[in-house]
């Protein structure tokens, strides 16, 4: 089946809004085997929707319309594609009684305007709208081309979709689809070197989607029934699994904060955080997660010598032999974030995150993490080299994705392969990488 | 003048990217006084691409491309758009040489498809690409129907955009475009209640966009020069400023962290923050801008009661008679971080970001800040009702900027009239609110 996308809406044509729309209706046609050939932005205007309307219906067996759908003169989405399909608008009573019943649940009042909304395609049908008051429409014409309108709100659209549309859609497909995303830390090319082959094929598809220092990869399946799709899903997870090792840090979760606190939480663990050039976000993101507070009470973000000093305690000989940007000073933040917090974990950040403040052999992006874990009395130490990502804030965002990553290894006891490891005891020197 | 955008690209088509570049291109040529009529997407495809690129042409008077001039055969933006504006495409040594040399700064080698890139237009001109491979294009027909094409890669197609597409249609359009942006606290209908007029008017232009808790609103002006463009920003600001007062913090800044440390730095002040249910994103934010080191040393991520206890000295009895989320405890914890850290401006923050935890008469959303200022010994005490959001992280960035404007607030020493106001002296009954 090939498609088309129209998005209606001035404030598109304007870039007052991003068309975050297109990129969720395109993803979604894509996963149900639904070739998207054309997008289109066209503003509130009759004789431009008539004729987009019209060359579109010629060459395209779907068309999905969004936005152009409200109660006022401007809204013209509804009245032109039933021109264009040949299939007139009747007022619907039980559409007018639901809307109706929502102004009143929002306490307000419809206008007349608003009995525009209730206008419902003859021969085809309209989409229920539970979310706002905006019903949506399904037309047909005699070639069995389709049109589905729905609203621009992308909360309402994005429903309306998932709750009637998909499962219209995955009917007319013959199938089912299923969809699991599994999370990996690293970038595209590092994934696909080790994987390219398990990003081939088309039932199931693997896409990849790259985001600051990890990417995800979501894998859809179609089949005759759930169970088989997703079952394709999980097979196809695993073997990409077996290819990445432990750098696939989860299935289907927000963030990799979710799996540090899932981890912390199933084993009785606490951490703790102390941060220098990441200024908080280690323990913001640790925070993210609901619950979070029954694994971590304690965080530090000592952006000062005399804080690292003071509510680490570390000692100031160490900062001016080694400078605060090493390794013997993060050590001795990780250690005395444990100390003062109880915790049996703690992870520690200080670097540059620049522009400014390099010093010799230490370029901006230069960061220390260190991980201490009190059970064995072990450290973890990495320095990262970030330079090459030039912006404060995806230096300072990597670094932290790099210590949450380091709280995972030490929950779950895998390895750290990138750290220098060392005991509680070993000397500063010896931490100086 | 009227405008037509085509971003090519079956990576927007499949939905695995959002189209960040039609937003852009649309605002810029908003701004330019051109009228862009339609947006379109389409993937690498021949037929396609010169179906949609004549029957642009015909109805539009600038076609702005952007995709397709990579040195793959996909790659065919320039080929047809050259074919339809009948303006055959001759290889440039010049061209040829800025790309050898680009490889050359990289460490590479170009490849025989690169030469492909060195074509440019022989009516036309090409546009130099000083941030990649790829230069872009301008044809022009005999009707004076234009097409500028540029690649699809963001971080390229702006620079190239701003520092050779941009003048160009300004000279056509005889002006000099200008920009400011206003940031303001709070949301689009509080804004619009008090300066609705001065959103009028065709030049200059002023537009919201809304953010968390906080809008911009961006004015353009066209003028026969910058100065006279300059002028009028100016003037349509300060109107604004009047109308909205102090909620209106800055000018053209990335946000409000960069007023607050702007204005710490400038009057030789330092903040500290002691942080529950924001979990470490004051502290972060307030990191964010370079050199922020000057005005912040300390942050307190107090998670845990024992925390607030340990490290900021709340009385475990003012927990036990006031719950962990009151105006005491965020009171007391201000006043501990001053103390712990020796800053002359703290704020802290407790509350329920939710989903769970809601306590009789305290839902979720509510949220106590405290500002505390050492040189006056004044407290500054609000109670936010941040539950209608919903979302837990829209709760605490909401938190987050109020906590942000509170430091504001004392180190301007701006009024703060949501506050309730009281001295370090206070029984903690007083600050029960």
Wanted: charged content about 20%; proline content about 5%.
């Amino acid at each position: 089946m090939t498609a088309e996308l129209i998005c209606v809406g001035t404030e598109l044509l304007l870039g007052d809004i991003v068309n975050s729309n297109a990129q969720f209706l395109s993803r979604e046609l894509a996963e149900l085997g639904i070739s998207v050939l054309h997008q289109h932005v066209v503003g509130d205007n009759a004789a431009r929707l008539r004729e987009l309307a019209a060359q579109a219906r010629a060459r395209s067996e779907l068309l999905v319309f969004s936005g152009g759908l409200g109660p006022t003169a401007d809204d013209l989405t509804k009245e032109t594609v039933a021109a264009a399909f040949g299939d007139p608008l009747r007022f619907d009573e039980a559409q007018w009684r639901r809307i109706c019943d929502f102004f009143a649940r929002m306490g307000r009042t419809p206008t007349a305007n608003n009995r525009k909304q209730a206008m419902v395609p003859t021969r085809g049908h309209a989409i229920q709208n539970d979310h706002g008051t905006a019903p949506g429409a399904w037309f047909e014409d005699e070639t069995g081309h389709c049109a589905v309108l729905l609203p621009g709100v992308p909360r309402e659209m994005k429903a309306m979709w998932a709750e009637q549309v998909r499962p219209l859609l995955e009917k007319r497909q013959s199938c089912t689809i299923r969809s699991r995303t599994l999370h990996v830390l690293g970038g595209e090319s590092s994934i696909a070197g080790k994987a390219a082959p398990l990003f081939e094929g088309e039932n199931p598809t693997a896409a990849i989607y790259c985001k600051t220092g990890e990417s995800e990869i979501r894998v859809t399946a179609r089949a005759a029934d759930a169970a088989a799709a997703q079952a394709m899903c999980d097979e196809r997870i695993e073997r990409f699994r077996a290819v990445l090792g432990d750098a696939a840090y989860d299935t289907d979760v927000p963030g990799l904060a979710w799996t540090v606190v899932r981890a912390l939480k199933e084993r009785g663990l606490h951490a703790a955080t102390a941060e220098s050039c990441t200024g908080g976000l280690v323990a913001q993101r640790l925070t993210e997660p609901p619950g979070a507070s029954e694994v971590f009470g304690y965080g530090f973000v000592t952006y000062a010598e005399a804080a690292k000093q003071a509510l680490l305690g570390v000692p100031a000989e160490l900062i001016e032999r080694y400078t605060v940007y090493s390794g013997p000073v993060a050590a001795a933040m990780a250690r005395g974030a444990l100390a003062a917090s109880g915790a049996e974990l703690a992870v520690a950040v200080t670097g540059l995150a620049g522009p400014g403040g390099a010093l010799p052999g230490k370029p901006v992006g230069t960061v220390y993490l260190a991980g201490a874990d009190a059970r064995s009395r072990t450290l973890y130490l990495y320095r990262l080299a970030l330079g090459g990502y030039r912006e404060r804030e995806v230096i300072r965002a990597r670094a932290a994705l790099w210590a949450l990553d380091a709280l995972r290894r030490m929950a779950l006891g895998l390895a750290q392969p990138d750290a220098v490891r060392a005991g509680f005891a070993a000397p500063p020197d010896a931490l100086d990488i």
